[in-house]
């Protein structure tokens, strides 16, 4: 029982993201058996059974009792009440809790928890539901070697991790969480542009895409530096150096920096709020 708790990896919250972990897990090998779920949402937990044959519980406590890592996957709204009624348990267990509750400090867990409880933050993105995702993880002092290593598994199952400082977790969020949407705007803009080609708006919406997709592995493969990639695309006096010109008489890359460093100072703005 005590060896299969260690092993045992719990989540509390059933939803997109907690949805997309235990895939990522049961891909990498995990056993579907040493995986708990519960959340106040039948349907969740339905799916999660129906489509992973995990445990599943509407009750919290289940889940901090039968595993020794748990990770804290419910919508920042509910966070508090959720450890609030869980304290105990936690302390009780000692828990490794590991939570990706969006502007949810270590400080506003142990705020409601104690000092004596191990914590790590994580910032996963949303192609996590793919496979694709970028996480970071942060975490505080009680924190050990195999419990860092622990939730590296969990994340890297899912994508990529990197271990931060939690003060650059409000430049992350803006950077890296929110960077998804910056690539999404992008594609919708060279969509309109495309209009006038005369292709349907599914195969122009494709060739944006696939352009993209083939830049960014290019990018990824390539021994050149992003900025010797992009010279290397543009003759001069050609077509690409005039359409780089007017980005650049548009400020594009200052206005990209600066939108960045805005959505820095509004996930501080929004962390305040939280931890009071």
């Known amino acids: 029982e005590m060896k299969n708790k260690r092993t045992n990896i719990g989540f ?3 939803g997109n993201m907690a949805r997309a972990l235990i895939s990522g897990l049961i891909g990498d090998g995990y056993n579907n058996s040493h995986i708990f779920a519960s959340s106040p ?5 339905e799916r999660l059974k129906k489509e992973f044959s995990v445990n599943v519980t509407p009750k919290n ?3 901090l009792d039968s595993c020794l890592t748990v990770v804290l996957a419910v919508k920042p709204n509910v966070i508090n009440s959720v450890l609030k009624e869980s304290k105990f348990t936690i302390n009780k267990n000692n828990n490794l809790l590991i ?3 969006a502007g949810c400090t270590i400080n506003s867990i142990q705020a409601e928890v104690g000092k004596e409880v191990k914590i790590i933050r994580a910032m996963p993105n949303t192609p996590a539901s793919i496979g694709m995702g970028v996480s970071a993880l942060t975490n505080n002092h009680l924190v050990t070697l195999e419990d860092r290593v622990r939730a590296e598994n969990i994340f890297n199952s899912v994508g990529i991790s990197c271990w931060l400082k939690e003060a650059s ?7 890296i969480g929110s960077g998804p949407a910056y690539v999404f705007y992008l594609i919708e803009a060279l969509q309109l542009s495309a209009k006038k080609l005369g292709l349907n708006e599914k195969l122009s919406k494709t060739l944006i895409i696939e352009m993209i997709t083939g830049s960014a592995v290019l990018a990824k493969e390539s ?3 992003p900025s010797s990639l992009r010279k290397k695309v543009t003759s001069p006096g050609g077509v690409t150096e005039k359409a780089l010109q007017i980005l650049n008489e548009n400020k594009v890359d200052k206005s990209l920096i600066k939108a960045i460093l805005e959505g820095e100072n509004k ?8 931890s009071e």
Request: charged share 30%.
């Open 169 to 175: 977790f409000d430049l992350y969020t803006a950077l």
């Open 41 to 45: 949402e039948d349907d969740h937990l």
């Open 223 to 225: 021994k050149l530096s």
């Open 61 to 63: 406590k289940d889940v």
């Open 267 to 274: 996930s501080k703005a929004l962390g305040g709020i939280k």
């Open 12 to 14: 509390i919250g059933a």
């Open 99 to 101: 939570s990706i509750v």
